[in-house]
């Protein structure tokens, strides 16, 4: 089984295989909602709580299958996180880590939704909830759900980069550098982007 995603103009597209793999979660992070405003898309990622909404799988699941040269990838920091998007539209597709070897790659909804009714019937339960602590309001509680999740996903993370599973990943090029060049925010240009969040 596979799931499509694409930008919100179609130019990027992509396809999630076993589906049945992945977590669905929301992110509550300042980090994120920051990256949001800089992108002027935060009306459209997060909700009145604060929380983006995302689905957790592993690199090796997720295939870019069409507008690569569109993939654009910014990070907040020099250490942070890698945030892709499409930069035809600025419409969020994933994040992930900088080093290719941990292959987790959180795709946000934003590409994930081109057919609600597909994403509920494909992904039919919140399963997580993370960051909480940096929510704009206290979402409802799913603490032990969470828990139990990760606890299922995270050793197959591990597996995957003790075994080399972790290397057919869209994000990366051998031997492990970014498919296209990182802009890291200018301290200004973070700066903006949380105070708004």
């Known amino acids: 089984m596979t799931y499509h995603f694409q930008c919100r103009c179609g130019r990027v597209r992509g396809l999630l295989s076993r589906p049945e793999l992945a977590l669905r ?3 509550y992070c300042k980090d994120c909602r920051a990256y949001s405003n800089h992108l002027g898309t935060s009306a459209k990622t997060h909700d009145a709580h604060g929380g983006a909404e995302f689905i ?3 690199a090796r699941h997720v ?4 507008g690569t040269r569109h ?3 910014l990070s907040l920091s020099d250490k942070g996180l890698l945030r892709w998007y499409a930069a ?5 597709i994933g994040n992930t880590l900088r080093n290719w070897k941990v292959p ?10 081109p057919d609600p009714a597909a ?3 494909t992904f039919p339960r919140l399963q997580m909830r993370v960051n909480t602590g940096s929510a704009r309001q206290a979402p409802p509680r799913l603490a032990f759900r969470t828990f139990v999740s990760l606890a299922g996903f995270v050793p197959g993370i591990v597996v995957s980069g003790l075994t080399g599973a972790y290397k057919p990943n869209p ?6 550098e970014p498919l296209v060049p990182v802009t890291v925010l200018s301290t200004q240009q973070r700066d903006r982007a949380y105070r708004a969040a």
Do not use: D, M, W
């Open 88 to 92: 035809c539209c600025t419409t969020p």
């Open 56 to 58: 957790a799988t592993q």
């Open 71 to 73: 993939l654009a990838c």
């Open 104 to 113: 987790y790659v959180s795709l946000v909804h934003t590409c994930l939704k």
């Open 25 to 27: 979660g929301l992110c």
């Open 119 to 121: 994403f509920e019937r």
């Open 171 to 176: 994000f990366f090029k051998p031997p492990g």
């Open 63 to 66: 295939r870019l299958c069409e």
